[in-house]
C-alpha cells in the first residue's frame, strides 16, 4: 500500500497550469512538498487552491507541466494505485450517507481486500485516534453531528495508513469551538503521524496554527511559499494585507 | 346479472385471466427492467447518449397503445403469437420510465459524495455499484412503480390482439353492452395497479430513507 519510498520530495508542482474552457484556474505553479511536511495552501476562494488538491490525486490531469508524486508523474501512475495511496478529507466528510461508520471508515482496507478482523481492528483503532466512541459504529452520518462526521471523514483518510493526506477545507463548516479543538487535535496527530499533507483553507489562523509552511495563492498564481515562522514577516503587499486583516479580527 | 354473481360463477376465467394479465405484465417489466436500467446508467456515463436514448424513449411512449399493438403484428416470430406481441409492446412502454429515473436518480447524487468515492480509489464499477446505484434506489424502485401501474392498464388493450388477460372481459362486456362484464375486468386489474403501487411505494420509502441520512 505505501509508494515507492523516494529521498526527493513527496508531492512536486512542476510549472503545472491547469485550465477549463480556455480559463486558467491554476497558472505555472512550482512548489514541492517535502516528505512529512504540511503545507498550507492559503488564499480565498477562486485562487485555485482546490484544484491544486485534485491534481495531486489525479481528479484533474494539467494542462501542462506536471505533478509528481513520489517522483512518478500522476499522468504516470494508475489512478487508483495513487488515490488509494493518498488520503483525502473534504468540507462536512464527504461520508457515504448510505454506509454506517464503520463502513465508510473501513472503505479502502475492504475494496484492497483485508481480512474481517483486520479492518474491524483497523475502524476501532482509528475511531480511537480521531477521539470517537467506538459505539459509533453502527450509525449513519446523518445521526452524527458536525464535528463528528469530521473526525469520521478524517479517520477514513487515514485507514489505509497513506503516507499522503490531501485536507480541503476539512474543518470549514464547523463551528468555531469545534473548530478550534479539531485544529488542536489535527496538529497532535501531525506531530505523531508525520505524513506528508497539503492542507487548504482561506482562514490565515489555521494557516499559521498547522502548516509548516505555507503558500499563498491568489488568482490561480502562487504569490510566496515561505515557512510558517517566516510568513508573517514577508512584505509581500498581499501577505501584509492578510495579516492586517488578522490583526485587527475582533477577539 | 349482478357483479358479483358473474364473478363467482366465472371464478375460473376471472382467476385464470388475471393470472395472465400477471404474467403479461411481469414479464414486460423484467425485460423493461434489464434493458432500461443498463440504458439509464450508460447515458449518465455517455451524456452525448442521453438526448437521443430519453428522445426515442418518449417517442414510444406517444404512440397510441393500439396503435403499437397493431404496427408489431407483422413483426416475425414476435407477430405469430398475441403473448409474445403483447410484451414486446408493453416492455417498450415500460422503458421510458426505467431509463428516466435510472438516468435521474444516478445524477441527482450528491456530487460531493461521488468525488469523495473517486478519490479514495473505487474504481468506475465500485463507485457505481457502491454508491451511485445504491444511492439512486429508491428514484429506480420509483421508475419501476410507475412503469408497472401503467403497464397494467396498457396490457387489458392486449387482448384486442388476442393476447389474453383482463382486457378479455373487458373487450367482450363492451360487445355485450353488459356493464357488469367490463367491471369482471376492470375491477381486478384496478386492484392490480393499485397493490402494486402500494407494494413498490413501500418498498421505494424504505430505500429513499438512505438517501434522507445523507
Known amino acids: 500500500m505505501t509508494a515507492p519510498a523516494s529521498d526527493g520530495p513527496a508531492i512536486t508542482f512542476d510549472h503545472v497550469s491547469f485550465r477549463v ?135 477514513r483518510a487515514l485507514a489505509a495508513d497513506p503516507p499522503i493526506l490531501l485536507l480541503d477545507e476539512p474543518f470549514g463548516a464547523l463551528d468555531p469551538l469545534t473548530r478550534a479543538e479539531m485544529q488542536k487535535e489535527f496538529r497532535g496527530l501531525q506531530q505523531r503521524m508525520k505524513k506528508t499533507a497539503i492542507f487548504v483553507t482561506h482562514d490565515l489562523r489555521e494557516a499559521l496554527l498547522l502548516a509548516d509552511r505555507v503558500a499563498l495563492m491568489e488568482d490561480g498564481r502562487l504569490i510566496v511559499n515561505l515557512p510558517v515562522t517566516e510568513f508573517p514577516h514577508s512584505q509581500e503587499p498581499l501577505v501584509r494585507a492578510y495579516m492586517e486583516a488578522f490583526s485587527t479580527e475582533p477577539r | ?104 436518480g444516478i445524477r441527482s447524487v450528491d456530487p460531493a459524495v461521488v468525488e469523495a468515492g473517486r478519490a479514495m480509489g473505487l474504481t468506475d464499477r465500485q463507485l457505481l455499484f457502491q454508491v451511485e446505484l445504491p444511492l439512486a434506489s429508491g428514484v429506480i424502485v420509483a421508475g419501476v412503480r410507475i412503469a408497472t401501474v401503467l403497464s397494467v392498464g396498457v396490457a387489458t388493450i392486449a387482448a384486442a390482439i388476442g393476447a389474453g388477460g383482463l382486457g378479455e372481459f373487458i373487450f367482450r362486456g363492451i360487445g355485450m353492452v353488459d356493464n357488469q362484464v367490463i367491471l369482471a375486468g376492470a375491477v381486478p386489474a384496478a386492484l392490480l395497479a393499485l397493490s402494486a403501487d402500494v407494494g413498490l411505494g413501500a418498498l421505494e420509502r424504505r430505500l429513499g430513507t438512505l438517501r434522507l441520512r445523507s
Open chain 1, 21 to 155: 474552457n480556455g480559463r486558467a484556474l491554476v497558472r505555472e505553479l512550482a512548489l514541492s512538498v517535502n516528505q512529512g511536511e504540511t503545507l498550507v495552501l492559503l488564499g480565498r476562494s477562486g485562487s485555485g487552491k482546490t484544484t491544486s488538491l485534485k491534481l495531486v490525486n489525479r481528479l484533474l490531469l494539467p494542462s501542462t507541466g506536471e505533478v509528481r508524486v513520489n517522483g512518478q508523474s500522476t499522468t504516470e501512475w494508475d489512478p487508483i494505485r495513487l488515490r488509494r495511496s493518498i488520503g483525502y478529507v473534504i468540507q462536512d466528510g464527504g461520508l457515504f450517507p448510505h454506509f454506517t461508520v464503520a463502513r465508510n471508515i473501513g472503505l479502502v482496507p475492504e475494496i484492497e481486500n483485508w481480512p474481517k478482523e483486520k479492518i474491524e481492528a483497523r475502524v476501532h483503532e482509528m475511531l480511537a485516534l480521531v477521539g470517537l466512541s467506538p459505539e459509533l459504529t453502527d450509525r449513519y452520518p446523518q445521526q452524527l453531528s458536525g464535528g463528528q462526521r469530521q473526525r469520521v471523514g478524517v479517520a
Open chain 2, 1 to 104: 346479472m349482478n357483479f358479483w354473481h358473474f364473478m363467482v360463477t366465472n371464478r375460473q376465467q376471472v382467476l385464470d385471466l388475471t393470472l395472465e394479465h400477471i404474467t403479461l405484465v411481469g414479464l414486460s417489466i423484467i425485460f423493461a427492467v434489464l434493458i432500461g436500467i443498463p440504458l439509464g446508467i450508460l447515458i449518465t456515463r455517455v451524456p452525448q447518449l442521453s438526448k437521443a436514448v430519453i428522445g426515442g424513449a418518449n417517442v414510444i411512449q406517444t404512440i397510441p397503445s393500439l396503435a403499437l399493438f397493431g404496427f408489431l403484428l407483422p413483426a416475425p416470430w414476435i407477430g405469430e403469437r398475441g403473448g409474445r406481441l403483447a410484451v414486446l409492446a408493453l416492455t417498450l412502454y415500460a422503458l421510458l420510465p426505467l431509463i428516466r429515473n435510472t438516468y435521474a
